[in-house]
Antibody, heavy 120, light 108 residues
Framework: EVRLVESGGTLVQPGGSLRLSCAAS????????MSWVRQAPGKGLEWVAN????????HFVDSVKGRFTISRDNAQNSLFLQMNSLGVEDTAIYYC?????????????WGQGTLVTVSS | SYTLTQPPSMSVAPGKTARITCEGS??????VHWYQQKPGQAPVLVLY???ERPSGIPERFSGSNSGDTAALTITRVEAGDEADYFC???????????FGGGTKLTVL
């Protein structure tokens, strides 16, 4: 069974930093693109970033470029999102997502999410 | 940047058919994926590459994609289908994943 378990979400002040983690199990992690998708309270889904199997290619939504970094540790089956210069607009549930093995961009499996609240 | 437009809400009676649209410029040239999200839960993939169903998704869920409009059709709607539905594409031009704004489906 595919399992994606996010952690690291908490209350942080504007301008602060936070690192989210995602522990993956039940599949061969190193074979899949992985993504982060967020959802602000009461709003829709917003893709944040994705990363290639070996970490050599990464893409970011424009609103987080230069502030967020995505990385992975294939030996530890883990995905990370380093978030810097956080603003209130970054308040959201952050989902760790496994992309489909064959079809790029298909968000096949989702974790339950971790809540990031940016507030003073 | 590429945008996807969905109706914010729609309602349908049990047993009837719901058709949720997703509009985007020349979306027919892209692969469209659909997600269902129930309150308090993570999204679930219900269709990928326009019309393919993941295992466990009922045949009542089907999709189409042509021109500027993609659609998710749910036949014989049940109370359990009440949820938010989001369409999604990969825009190769911007190298971004793009989601539609979502449609809240209410079963009367």
């Amino acid at each position: 069974e595919v399992r994606l378990v996010e952690s690291g979400g908490t209350l942080v002040q504007p301008g602060g930093s936070l690192r989210l983690s995602c522990a993956a199990s039940g599949f061969t992690f190193r074979n899949h693109w992985m993504s982060w998708v967020r959802q602000a309270p009461g709003k829709g889904l917003e893709w944040v970033a994705n990363i290639k199997q070996d970490g050599s290619e990464k893409h970011f939504v424009d609103s987080v470029k230069g502030r967020f970094t995505i990385s992975r540790d294939n030996a530890q089956n883990s995905l990370f999102l380093q978030m810097n210069s956080l603003g209130v607009e970054d308040t959201a549930i952050y989902y760790c997502v496994r992309d489909h093995l064959l079809w790029f961009g298909v968000s096949e499996n989702w974790g339950q999410g971790t809540l990031v609240t940016v507030s003073s | 940047s590429y945008t996807l437009t969905q109706p914010p809400s729609m309602s349908v009676a049990p047993g009837k058919t719901a058709r949720i649209t997703c509009e985007g410029s020349d979306i027919g040239s892209k692969s469209v994926h659909w997600y269902q999200q129930k309150p308090g839960q993570a999204p679930v993939l219900v269709l990928y590459v326009d019309r393919e169903r993941p295992s466990g998704i009922p045949e009542r869920f089907s999709g189409s994609n042509s021109g500027d409009t993609a659609a998710l059709t749910i036949t014989r709607v049940e109370a359990g289908d009440e949820a938010d539905y989001f369409c999604q594409v990969w825009d190769s031009g911007s190298e971004h994943v793009v989601f539609g704004g979502g449609t809240k489906l209410t079963v009367l």
